[in-house]
């Protein structure tokens, strides 16, 4: 009960911390007339992805590998399947032709690289499946080009630049960003903690945890982010806010995790990064297929119903 308790406290801290760090961090950056762009681009996209990325580290320092590569792949499946299956149902999302073209393909492409990275048996005969600190590295210099990419059409003027910021005094946002980086060093830690704690405690693996309660958990901002956009009729909001998560979460989050230590690949996961590419390569062929570029009705309750089944089979075979 205690590690229960730790963990929605972890949860509600690293959400909330988050928000408060891109609040204070928008607002001072807005008073030294920084562009919204660069704001956008960087500030809010960040605190978007900090949760997982907080978790992440801590997992990687703690040696907890099965956890890093679960929160990753569990982000990535939950944003493809249940963010876009939910806000798919509530409204078909339309798709710009920058994302049709260039950032979902890049996302379904990040998925192979993990594929790729993760099977050196297959790939190389080796003995082992690893993700190295050579591959993090090249994980990382893919998402130095993808935030090259960002601000060439953020400045090309095809991308709405318009980020709305909180009007605060620099003592105020000083004040926020401090206790926004607390609250997600704290919360990462009572989620990393309670998580092992709770699965040595069930029997189950922290593969299962970090596929299930630790990915949904840190995933919640995208889902919020998401269905605000279409209640509000920014349906590629919606999407662009997926994709672009989903990529910041390969390359970016599970760069840093393998150059922080290197992963070892459990048999199990393999199931797991088979998903993450069926979501991605799924995802591709229903924006190229029926009437204009964009994701149905129907086809965001296949999403739902795979996301259901994925989570059923995780919790019989675990």
Known sequence: MLNAILLIIGFVLLIAGADKLVDGASALAKKYNIPNIVIGLTIVAFGTSAPELVVNVFASARGNTDMVLGNVLGSNIFNALATLGVAAVVVPLTVKKNTTWIEIP??????????????????????????????????????????????????????????????????????????????????????????????????????????????????????????????????????????????????????????IAPITISANSQIDILVNVLAGLLLFIFIFTGKGRRLDRWEGILFLMMYVSYITFLIYAG
């Open 106 to 259: 890049l996302s379904f492409m990040a998925a192979l690289v993990v594929w790729v990275a993760t099977n050196d048996i297959f790939l190389d005969g080796s003995s082992s499946n690893f993700i190295s600190r050579s591959e993090g590295l090249v994980m990382l210099f893919f998402f130095a080009i993808f935030v090259v990419y960002n601000f060439q059409v953020a400045l090309s003027g095809n991308r709405a630049d318009e980020i709305e910021t909180s009007e605060l005094t620099k003592f105020k946002s000083l004040l926020f960003i401090v206790l926004g980086l607390t609250g997600l060093v704290i919360g990462g830690r009572f989620i990393v903690t309670s998580a092992v704690n709770i699965a040595q405690l069930l029997g189950i693996s922290q593969r299962i945890i970090a596929l299930t309660i630790v990915s949904v958990g840190t995933s919640l901002p995208e889902l919020a982010t998401s269905v605000i956009a279409v209640i509000k009729g920014n349906p590629d909001i919606a999407i662009g806010n997926v994709v672009g998560s989903n990529i910041f979460n390969i390359f970016l989050i599970l760069g840093i995790s393998t150059v």
